[in-house]
């Protein structure tokens, strides 16, 4: 028997119809006690353009491309 996933928003309920379209929110604490909280999210949602305003984005890490 086959089994399906599906995605749905942790904000709004919104099912996400493809893994590449999600938005994952990644809340860590300077206290490490506290642990580490992970959101799903539609990029549709109110809640994601908000807190893409107020936030700042975060360079890629490790090596750079290949240009071929």
Known sequence: M???TIVVSDLSGKEIANERDSVKITVTFGDA????YVIDAH??????AVLTSK?????????P???S
């Open 65 to 67: 491309k290949k240009e």
């Open 33 to 36: 006690r506290k642990g580490v």
């Open 55 to 63: 936030g700042r984005q975060q360079a890629r890490r490790g090596r």
């Open 43 to 48: 990029p549709d949602d109110p809640e994601v």
């Open 2 to 4: 086959a089994r399906k």
